[in-house]
């Protein structure tokens, strides 16, 4: 019986040994600057296997090639940058807020990203001018080849009109 119960605390002791795992110290603990420099050495690794990675000798399939300047999409992206545009108005109020219609002029870069885009005075460096850039900046065309493009596009920035209040209608 004796016997039995030894083997049985043995057991239990084994299994509380093995179950609780290693035990830490200071070189198995990461800190916050090791795991960064960890992440950044892997970075680092795979940029560099991008970079010495051969070229592909095999010239890019014609989907993938770039193609002429998409001016049907450009056309929807400007309508809907424009909506959002001529909600400023109702967002950016205070006094000496200009209004009016205006102009805005957008540079594509060839990746369809927006290189850059501008408001004429006075609308430039205002608040209400910015907020018109920010939704114009957000443009993206598809990809396209040549030169860059430039497009200037119109948009109303009227100061929104006060709510009438409604009379209630008398009840017969």
């Given at each position: 019986m004796r016997k039995l119960f030894l083997v049985g605390v043995s057991a239990v002791?084994?299994?509380l040994y093995l179950g609780c795992g290693p035990s830490y110290?200071?070189?198995?603990?990461?800190?916050?600057?090791?795991?960064?420099?960890?992440?950044e050495q892997l970075a680092y690794e795979e940029e560099?296997?991008?970079?010495?990675k051969p070229a592909s000798t095999a010239a890019a399939p014609e989907a993938e090639?770039?193609?002429?300047?998409?001016?049907?999409?450009?056309?929807?992206?400007?309508?809907?940058?424009?909506r959002s545009?001529?909600?400023?108005p109702e967002v950016v109020t205070g006094e000496n807020v200009p209004h009016g219609k205006t102009a805005v002029t957008v540079t594509?870069?060839?990746?369809?990203?927006?290189?850059?885009?501008?408001?004429?005075p006075p609308f430039e460096d205002t608040r209400l001018g910015n907020c018109v850039l920010n939704a114009y900046q957000?443009?993206?065309?598809?990809?396209?080849?040549?030169?860059?493009?430039v497009i200037t596009w119109d948009v109303n920035l009227a100061q929104a009109k006060p709510a009438k209040a409604e009379t209630p209608k008398k009840k017969k």
């Open positions: 002791l084994g299994a110290d200071d070189h198995t603990i990461k800190t916050a600057d090791d795991r960064l420099k960890e992440q560099q296997r991008a970079r010495n090639k770039p193609g002429e300047f998409d001016e049907k999409q450009a056309e929807l992206e400007f309508q809907r940058a424009t545009a001529e909600t400023c594509f870069a060839l990746d369809g990203s927006v290189a850059s885009a501008t408001i004429p957000a443009l993206i065309v598809p990809p396209y080849s040549g030169e860059r493009k």
